[in-house]
């Protein structure tokens, strides 16, 4: 027979609570305020969200591509390297 595990009340609000904290966590990249709502999700599928006070979207695991290898990259193109290939480079 299957059995159906249920959860207490302590657990389900431990379970629930753990998602509320981690989206207190998170600050808008441009004003730095913690008033986020979740809005949807890009077609990558990750999840959008977006600041009440400034209304800017941006995604919570963005990638930061530092100056050096912003510099790196513009070398690169000016070389007339594929995009592939400067990719691989830099690994971004």
């Not at 400034?54 to 007339?80: A, N, P, S, T, Y």
Request: hydrophobic content about 35%; glycine content about 6%.
């Amino acid at each position: 027979m299957n059995k159906v595990e249920r959860l207490s009340v302590r657990e389900a609000l431990t379970i629930s609570l753990r998602g509320a904290i981690s989206m207190n966590n998170l600050h808008c990249p441009q004003c730095g305020l913690s008033h986020i709502k979740r809005n949807g999700y890009t077609h990558y599928g990750k999840q959008n969200h977006r600041c009440k006070d400034c209304d800017r979207q941006f995604v919570e695991d963005f990638q930061h591509i530092g100056e050096e290898v912003k510099d790196l990259i513009k070398v690169l193109l000016l070389e007339r390297l594929s995009l592939r290939g400067i990719c691989r480079v830099t690994r971004v």
